[in-house]
């Protein structure tokens, strides 16, 4: 099995920044792409960032140029940079992994969550 562990939420003002961290550990053989979800109180959970393991990225329309995926595949560990946040990024933050455990096919991994908070 594959687990991931998030670090890094809290409460920023506007215009602030955060950075959050997610290390997966357990048997893995392989992890295909890492990203980062967030749902906020009401919504539904959607895809903020995600990139595979060639680095390659992708980010809803609403953070880009202020958010910044990345990943040491080495660690095993995604990170999500968050500049000039705004109240409207208020959400839990969840890490998602595509990966594969030793003796197991490719499935989907996440989080427990981590609370990022936004005051204006």
């Known amino acids: 099995q594959v687990q991931l562990v998030e670090s890094g939420g809290g409460l920023v003002q506007a215009g602030g920044s955060l950075r959050v961290s997610c290390a997966a550990s357990?048997?893995?053989?392989?992890?295909?792409?890492m990203g980062w979800y967030r749902q906020a109180p009401g919504k539904q959970r959607e895809l903020v960032a995600r990139i595979t393991s060639g680095g390659s990225t992708n980010y809803v329309d609403s953070v880009k140029g202020r958010f910044t995926i990345s990943r040491d595949n080495a660690k095993n560990t995604v990170y999500l940079q968050m500049n000039s946040l705004k109240p409207e990024d208020t959400a839990v933050y969840y890490c998602?992994?595509?990966?594969?455990?030793?003796?197991?096919?490719?499935?989907?991994?996440w989080g427990q969550g981590t609370q990022v908070t936004v005051s204006s």
């Open positions: 357990g048997s893995i053989f392989s992890i295909d792409v």
């Open positions: 998602h992994a595509f990966a594969s455990a030793y003796g197991l096919g490719y499935d989907n991994y």
